[in-house]
């Protein structure tokens, strides 16, 4: 075979080998790794695997957010107006959490149908809305303060 | 009136990127000297009047005016000066314009700073600037103005500066950022410009070259000030997310990183030169794809800012037209100048692909963890969300692999080398580097076997760069005779290597020994983190400029010795009634002590509190200075400045191409 013609095939078989090393990895990593997003409604319908990474999202239900007075635990629902999914979290809270704001908690669900939550994320400013919240509000038939469109 | 003008200056700005895209181009096509003199002066005249749009935007928001939309939701006069005047990039019009500035800029920069190019060369690379110019002036004009009036109905004060955006490291971010991001158009112009005029050539390497490390330098930096604001104005003491948005800045860098060093070899070698150019326009199209991410308001992110359909079309169609537009003519013209040199296998070149392969796999696994949720979500599969364990799953092996290349590479020879020679040659460095990595972990306890190997890898790259700079100046008479033989070229690699060294260790001895506490404390209470005492003494409400604070009063001791006060707040803003943390941290080469307040738990004056301690975190953004610094340092070499005394000659050349 002509040199540089043998070079390139050289070339062309370690591109290879190493992205579908990559390839393999990126599999790999993905399996596990990613979640999906439930509204409170498909939660409480049971669409929501238990024991997985998931997310849910929607609002703070007013009045629902419980502090423990001696440790960092809380308990609070999230709402979508039609059906409402209780979530415990041990942990400081983000600054803009509050009852009747947008929030979404990554977690898992256990046998009672508790989002046990190892992250909350609440919106970054005053007049922004999670991209999900908004549509899950937008199923629910709801707007954000709970009064039918 | 200001406002007005302002606008105006912008129309004006948009016509003479419109002549700059279109006279000079025509110029080089039909060979008309006269069209292609006037690329120079068009380019500086864009320069200069988007320049006094920007004042005049500057303007609006140092003196609230307040009638200006943008000011009036961005600003606020109890804001203090140097906030307003950063508000202006702190909103999608302003940091829009801001982006046309520096696209201005870097277009003057090219007509003035380039006098050995040849006339034809920088007609085309500077028409194919103004026609980038054209799509982002026209984004601007078209569908956000930043110079909208709200009349009537003026309000009477402005809706407040994000606090989170109201600090110091955020005045420097975004413009270091998008001198990195809107730099790689440099390089792209430079590749479209040799496409059209069917020369790739090492020549070709060495205009473009020095552009691209400045531009890649300005990104590195801009990067890790993103890094070290997210630290410690997040105020939980994350360092890194892979938050799609962080993405979309790092994965031109990432691209780019695999195109400075592609360059070289086309350079020094006349190889890869297809390659560098896909390169090229991959790193730019990174740049306007991280572009429209953040400012179509398809993620959810601290950068996302208002939503609207029409920008997100704007800048996919702009992103499809370059794309398509770069590609179509690559796939026309590449073959044209592909090259017939061979190298062996053991050689510099076969280690700087694996460079190249590895960067750019790297930035494909970004990429395709980064739209993984937007194809999904656009194809009503669901809403996922791809979080940090899938980045460090691929990219830590990624780099794990790239670095015992990268101790051998910078000693290795071009052409062809010999595996005898290596292993003669770096046996030394190896054994070393293997001593580092079992005895340096051994300094923080527990024995942590990914840091060891962290240690190991970066030792391997520093002796390996030692072991070179000691076989090049060792001949010489004197050491300084030796140092001073070295080219600033070579210094900038040095630098940004250990710099990427530096950066490796800081990465992973702060994920595997931080320690990170959230508890409950009230007055009086102490927590002790790895021998660091953290005695809480009181909460005092303090006063700012335009917000009230709870301050909570920390000393840290350590062996019966006060080492550090720190005070972390809990601020309100008074024109937004937004509460944000302020964290306190005690800075150190080794380690950084971290407090931030969470909120108040009971009535008795507890409250929540996060505490951290984090070894060595500085590695990591001084390492990115490192390489930084690394990338001014190579502008220097005297190889690209040598041709300007034969400029003449070079446009003499010039003429030659014509033909």
């Not at chain 1, 929501?48 to 308990?75: C, F, H, K, T, Y």
């Not at chain 2, 009638?67 to 909103?91: D, T």
């Not at chain 2, 108040?600 to 509190?609: L, N, Q, Y």
């Amino acid at each position: 075979m002509h040199p540089i013609r043998k070079q390139r095939l050289l070339v062309v078989l370690f591109v290879v080998l190493f992205s579908s090393a990559a390839v393999g990895l990126v599999m790999y990593a993905l399996r596990g790794n990613i979640n999906l997003f439930y509204p409170p409604a498909d939660v409480v319908a049971g669409k929501a695997p238990l024991e997985q990474p998931i997310r849910v999202g929607g609002m703070v239900r007013e009045g629902s957010v419980e502090r423990s007075d001696n440790s960092l635990a809380v308990r609070f629902e999230i709402t979508d107006f039609q059906a409402s999914v209780p979530v415990v979290y041990e942990g400081i809270l983000p600054d803009l959490f509050d009852e009747g704001q947008g929030a979404v908690a990554s977690g898992r669900l256990n046998a009672q149908g508790v989002l046990v939550a190892s992250e909350i994320l609440a919106k970054h400013d005053e007049n922004y809305m999670p991209p999900e919240v908004a549509e899950a509000l937008e199923k629910s038939g709801f707007d954000h303060k709970g009064q039918p469109r | 009136m200001i406002p007005e003008v302002g606008h105006f200056a912008l129309i004006i700005a948009f016509c003479l990127a419109l002549l700059l895209a279109l006279v000079p181009t025509w110029g080089a096509w039909r060979r008309n000297v006269a069209a292609m003199s006037l690329a120079p002066g068009l380019a500086v005249g864009m320069l200069v009047f988007v320049t006094t749009s920007f004042i005049c935007l500057a303007a609006a928001f140092l003196q609230d005016d307040f009638s200006v939309k943008v000011v009036a939701s961005n600003s606020n006069s109890l804001l203090p000066p140097i906030y307003k005047f950063s508000a202006l990039w702190g909103n999608h019009e302003g940091s829009l314009l801001l982006w046309a500035l520096i696209l201005a800029l870097w277009t003057a920069a090219v007509a003035l700073l380039s006098p050995q190019l040849p006339l034809l060369v920088l007609s085309r690379v500077l028409g194919v600037m103004g026609a980038i110019g054209v799509g982002f002036l026209s984004f601007s004009l078209l569908t956000s103005n930043p110079f909208e009036r709200l009349l009537p109905g003026i309000p009477a004060d402005g809706n407040d500066l994000n606090p989170l955006l109201q600090d110091p490291g955020l005045i420097i971010h975004p413009p270091l950022l998008y001198m990195g991001y809107v730099g790689f158009s440099v390089a792209f112009a430079f590749a479209i410009a040799a496409l059209l005029g069917g020369r790739l050539d090492a020549s070709w390497a060495r205009w473009s070259r020095p552009w691209t490390n400045v531009a890649w330098a300005f990104l590195s930096l801009g990067i890790m000030l993103g890094s070290w604001w997210a630290y410690y104005e997040l105020g939980w003491g994350g360092w890194w997310f892979w938050d799609p948005v962080e993405n979309a800045s790092f994965m031109p860098w990432l691209a780019g990183t695999a195109l400075l060093h592609s360059l070289a070899v086309t350079e020094k070698r006349g190889l890869f030169k297809s390659w560098t150019v896909l390169l090229a326009i991959f790193a730019f199209s990174l740049s306007l794809l991280g572009t429209f991410l953040v400012r179509s308001g398809v993620l959810t992110s601290v950068h996302a800012f208002a939503t609207d359909p029409a920008r997100g079309m704007f800048i996919l169609v702009f992103l499809a037209l370059v794309v398509g537009g770069s590609l179509t003519l690559y796939a026309l013209r590449a073959p044209a100048v592909s090259s017939r040199v061979s190298f062996g296998w053991i050689s510099r070149e076969s280690l700087l692909l694996v460079n190249n392969v590895a960067f750019l796999v790297a930035s494909l696994t970004v990429l395709f963890g980064t739209l993984f949720p937007l194809i999904m979500d656009a194809l009503g599969a669901g809403k996922y969300s791809v979080g940090p364990p899938y980045f460090n799953a691929v990219f830590v092996p990624l780099m794990a692999l790239l670095m015992p290349f990268m101790g051998i590479a910078p000693f290795s020879r071009w052409k062809s080398d010999s595996a005898a020679r290596w292993r003669s040659e770096l046996a030394v460095p190896a054994a070393a580097a293997l001593l580092c990595g079992v005895t340096l972990p051994l300094l923080h306890a527990p024995y942590n076997l990914w840091v060891a190997l962290a240690v190991l890898l970066s030792a391997w790259l520093v002796l390996g760069l030692a072991r070179d700079l000691w076989r090049k100046v060792r001949g010489a008479s004197s050491l300084r005779q030796g140092m001073r033989r070295l080219t600033p070229s070579y210094w900038g690699m040095v630098l940004a290597h250990l710099g990427f060294a530096a950066c490796v260790v800081g990465v992973v001895a702060t994920s595997q020994y931080s320690i990170e506490h959230d508890l409950k404390m009230g007055p009086g209470d102490s927590e002790v983190l790895s021998g660091y005492e953290f005695r809480f003494n009181e909460v005092a409400a303090v006063r700012g400029p335009n917000y009230v604070a709870d301050e909570a009063r920390f000393e840290v001791w350590r062996d019966g010795k006060r080492i550090a006060l720190l005070a972390p707040q809990k601020r309100r803003y008074l024109a937004s009634g937004q509460v944000m943390t302020e964290a306190a941290i005690d800075a150190g080469l080794f380690r950084d002590l971290y407090v931030a307040m969470g909120e108040p738990i009971g009535d008795s004056g507890d409250w929540a509190m996060r505490l951290h301690y984090k070894p060595m975190v500085r590695w990591m953004w001084l390492g990115a200075i490192f390489m930084a610094v690394g990338g001014f340092a190579t502008v220097f070499d005297r190889r690209y400045r040598r041709q300007r005394s034969g400029a003449r000659a070079a446009a003499a050349r010039g003429a030659q191409y014509a033909g």
